[in-house]
């Protein structure tokens, strides 16, 4: 079954208001984070959001899990719809 929504440990994000995605280091801290950002729109106001992660891998494997199932659910959204009989 195909959802509007993505989620894992970090994160839970609704497909029906995102807008843009995208991954980043946080290169100013002693400690390095990574993140996966979203631009959300919600009530036509634009809401920023991001979600951290320990690692790289970490966080550009959520990224491409993320990408990909926002890419079903666009898919199921405009497939043809079958009467079931």
Do not use: K
């Amino acid at each position: 079954m195909i959802t509007h929504t993505f989620y894992d440990e970090n994160a839970l994000v609704d497909f029906r208001y995102l807008v843009a995605v995208e991954p980043w280091d946080d290169d100013e801290t002693d400690t390095p984070l990574y993140y996966v950002g979203v631009l959300l729109e919600v009530g036509h106001t634009p809401q920023r959001m991001s979600f951290p992660y320990p690692t790289s891998a970490q966080r550009d494997q959520a990224f491409a899990r993320l990408i990909a199932a926002h890419q079903a659910w666009e898919s199921f959204c405009h497939a043809p719809q079958v009467d079931a009989e």
